[in-house]
C-alpha cells in the first residue's frame, strides 16, 4: 500500500475559508501562529542537513534571498540558508509577540499596519518552503516526513491565496508548485480548470 502523499488534505480548501461571523484580521492571526509553528518544527528537521557548508546561501532554484529586517541587520545581507532561517523565524516571533502590532486582548483593534506587516511575514514564511522545495525535498522523502510537507504547504498556500496575502512575483521560486496546488484545488471542488 502506497503511503498517502497529502495527509487527507482533500477539505483543505474549505478549512482557509473565513468562518462565518468571524473577524478577518483575527482569522489571519490565528492562521500566521499555527503556519510559524509548523515552518519552525520543519526547520528544526533540517538541521542535520541544512548546513553552513551545505548552503552556504538561502536560495530557492535561481533566487537568492539576503535578510534585512531593518533592526538588528539593516542592510539586506546574504547569509547561508541556516542563518537565514534563524534570523527569520527569530523575527516572526519577536513580531508575532509584539502586542501593538498582534493584540492579544479580545476585541482590540488592530493597528493601521497590521495587513502590510502580515503580508512581509506571509512572504518571509514562503521562503522558508521554497528553499525546502528545492534544495532539501529528497531528505523529507528519506525521513518519510514528505507528506507533512506537502499537506503544509497545500494549506499555506490555499490561506494566501485566500486572503491575497503574497504578490505573484513572490511566489515564482515554486510556480509550478503553486499551480499544482491550485489545480488540485478546484478539481476536488469540481470547478473547470482552466
Sequence with gaps: MERQKTL???????QVKLPEGANEDEWIAIAVIDFFNDLNLLTMA?????TRETCPKMSAGLYTFAWCDGFRVKV???MSAPDYLEHLMTWVEGELNNETFLPVEVGAPFPPNYRKGMRVIFKRLFRVYA????????DFVEGEADAHLNHSFKHFIYFVKEFNLIDPPELEPLKELVSLCMEQGLRSKGKKVA
Design 8 to 14: 487527507g488534505s482533500s477539505d483543505l480548501w474549505e
Design 46 to 50: 533540517l538541521k542535520d542537513c541544512c
Design 76 to 78: 539586506a545581507t546574504k
Design 131 to 138: 528553499h525546502v522545495f528545492h534544495s532539501h525535498f529528497k
